[in-house]
């Protein structure tokens, strides 16, 4: 079974600066899928960026990034600018070739303080 | 474009009741995906219905169980509720395809379900 490990629970930055989330995952797949989901206090769960393992190339979405490190099985989040939007809760997720389902982890609260 | 609904917001409940839960999935997808998050957790694969037929199931007794109907709407229910069951109930809606090439398209979250069982 995969597990999908967030180390940080809670993070606070000032509004502008660059945060980073961490994410470590364990799986014996080779083909398989990474989210960043974004779960503000309204509950609804937003995808931020996707990753396929298969590419080489960190994926980028606006001031969102990440680092893949396949070997590593790291799957870090950059934010960029932080915005005060960006508070929320932020899951990383782990979709494998079965028909499982997202494995999530357990999220880091990242809050951004004007 | 309508996206992911579900009914009831909230929802209260008794030990030993049964629940159902309802999801209208968005627009053209064809796969609605059941999560269960507890508090301060991160959300629990349920189980995936495609086309109307179970597709996947995470580790969940059987007194979880579903339906999706032809328009693509999904149900769970939840028989001899316990207290460990309060949560909420998420539902992803997707696009899914019997060769697989579809899978890791994203899954579209509606705003969930409020469980409390006293």
């Known amino acids: 079974a995969q597990t999908v490990t967030q180390s940080q629970p809670e993070m606070s930055v000032q509004e502008a600066e660059t945060v980073t989330l961490s994410c470590t995952y364990d799986?014996?797949?080779?083909?398989?899928?990474l989210f960043w989901y974004k779960q503000p206090p309204s509950r609804q769960m937003i995808l931020v960026i996707r990753?396929?393992?298969?590419?080489?190339q960190n994926a980028t979405e606006n001031r969102f990034s990440v680092n893949f490190q396949k070997a590593a099985k790291s799957f870090s989040l950059k934010i960029s600018d932080s915005q005060l939007g960006d508070t929320a809760m932020y899951f990383c997720?782990?979709?494998?070739?079965?028909?499982?389902?997202?494995?999530f982890g357990k999220g880091t609260h990242l809050i951004i303080q004007p | 474009e309508t996206g992911v609904t579900q009914s009831p917001t909230h929802l209260i409940k008794t030990r030993g009741q049964q629940v159902t839960l309802r999801c209208s999935s968005q627009?053209?997808?064809?796969?609605v995906s059941w999560y269960q998050q507890a508090l301060g957790q991160g959300p629990q694969f349920i189980f995936q219905?495609?086309?109307?037929?179970?597709?996947g199931r995470g580790n969940f007794p059987p007194r979880f169980s579903g339906l999706q109907f032809p328009n693509y709407s999904s149900e769970l229910n939840v028989n001899a509720l316990e207290l460990d069951d309060s949560a909420l109930y998420l539902c992803?809606?997707?696009?899914?395809?019997?060769?697989?090439?579809?899978?890791?398209?994203?899954?579209?979250f509606g705003p969930g379900t409020r469980l409390t069982v006293l």
């Open positions: 992803a809606s997707s696009f899914g395809s019997p060769s697989g090439r579809a899978r890791g398209t994203e899954q579209f």
């Open positions: 990753q396929e393992a298969y590419k080489q």
């Open positions: 997720a782990f979709l494998g070739g079965g028909a499982d389902g997202l494995t």
């Open positions: 627009s053209g997808h064809n796969t």
């Open positions: 219905y495609y086309r109307e037929e179970e597709n």
């Open positions: 799986t014996s797949e080779n083909n398989y899928y």
